[in-house]
């Protein structure tokens, strides 16, 4: 790819906003107000507006490998801080995809050097699903398992902090677990239901 070629389709996509929206840019500047925060995959292969056919300004977005949400991780429990209590967005979604590439070296055993411990978070999935996933013969469909149950526990450790607690009680906030399948192009919600999952551990977690 010639770097050069990234500026000469800006000038085009600018050109065609202005030509469908001459206050395109100008009601840009003037800030934002998204309903949806975005945590989903680094993958190249999967961009976060344009599978869900929404525009700049209308989802606000953090991408990582894997998709995680660990506590550990200031990003991330930033994003979710800042998202929540200041932009008041009513909806999180963690979004996984099939093929993930950081689910399927987690699967391995492999030294991966400084990927170790970000990884370890998903191989805890691994160990919390363990008979699950290990009744599962087919590799492949393991694997897919292994990327939902992923979102799963994500979800789950977004519902652990105390804004989106906060936010659940005051104004309903919700959150959705999805898989985008790169195979077909399709968004697919889990449908998780996550007072059934976490009826056994809410009142560990409840902060407030």
């Known amino acids: ?20 929206n001459p206050s395109y840019f100008d009601s840009l500047a003037k800030g934002q107000s998204p309903e949806i925060l975005y945590i989903g995959c680094a993958d190249s ?20 490998i894997a998709n995680m949400v660990p506590n550990t991780d200031l990003n991330v429990m930033s994003v979710i801080n800042y998202a929540v209590d200041f932009l008041k967005v009513n909806h999180i979604v963690v979004c996984g995809h ?11 055993s492999a030294d ?11 191989r805890d999935v691994y160990r919390i699903h363990k008979a699950e996933l290990n009744a599962i013969e087919d590799e492949g469909k393991r694997y897919d398992r292994l990327v939902e149950l992923n979102v799963q526990e994500q979800c789950i450790n977004a ?3 105390a804004e989106v607690q ?9 959150v959705h677990g999805w898989i ?29």
Not at 1 to 16: A, Q, R
Not at 112 to 122: A, E, F, T, Y
Not at 166 to 174: F, V
Request: one cysteine or more.
């Open 98 to 108: 099939y093929n993930c590439g950081g689910v399927k070296a987690a699967m391995e």
């Open 166 to 174: 906060r936010a659940i009680n005051n104004r309903n906030l919700t």
């Open 1 to 20: 790819m010639d770097i050069k070629k990234v500026f000469e389709n800006n000038k085009e996509w600018i050109t065609k906003q202005i030509k469908s």
């Open 159 to 161: 519902i652990k902090t």
């Open 112 to 122: 991966l050097g400084i990927l170790n411990p970000w990884l370890r978070n998903v």
């Open 45 to 64: 292969r999967v961009t976060a507006e344009e599978i869900m056919g929404l525009e700049p300004g209308d989802v606000f977005v953090h991408r990582n």
């Open 180 to 208: 985008f399948d790169l195979r077909t192009g399709n968004l697919v919600d889990l449908k998780i239901d996550f007072q059934a999952i976490t009826k056994g551990i809410a009142d560990i977690y409840r902060i407030t």
